[in-house]
Nanobody
């Protein structure tokens, strides 16, 4: 079965950059969409971005557009999240998750398109990102 492992987290100063990786084993990601979620202490987990390995399509949380970029390798086994101009509020545990069907599943919440985590089929264990001076 599909397994996902995140890596690339660490300590970075405000304004710095990190690139997270989500490595898949057990299957390629052609038939999946890969979502990135994060959870900060005291807050609920929220959707960050989504990437479709099949065609490179992406979704981003509105407030992160322009700073975060999702991409994937040609071998369809690894997905990346490039995070630029990091802010302290970006601190948290970042998870990648896969949903069968190669679609980034979203819902409309209070007029905004939000990545749906409830229908994700596989989850990694997360990697910690700390943005602090």
């Amino acid at each position: 079965q599909l397994q996902l492992v995140e890596s690339g987290g660490g300590l970075v100063q405000p304004g710095g950059s990190l690139r997270l990786s989500c490595a898949a084993s057990g299957a390629t990601l052609d038939q999946y969409a890969i979502g990135w979620f994060r959870q900060s202490p005291g807050k609920e987990r929220e959707g960050v971005s989504c990437f479709r390995s099949s065609d490179g399509g992406t979704y981003y949380k509105d407030s992160l557009k322009g700073r975060f970029t999702a991409s994937g390798d040609n071998d369809k086994t690894t997905v990346y999240l490039q995070m630029n101009n990091l802010k302290p509020d970006d601190t948290g545990v970042y998870y990648c998750a896969a949903v069968r069907g190669a679609q980034c599943l979203t819902t409309v919440v209070r007029g905004m398109i939000v990545l749906n985590e409830n229908e994700m089929d596989y989850w990694g264990k997360g990697t910690l990102v700390t943005v602090s001076s």
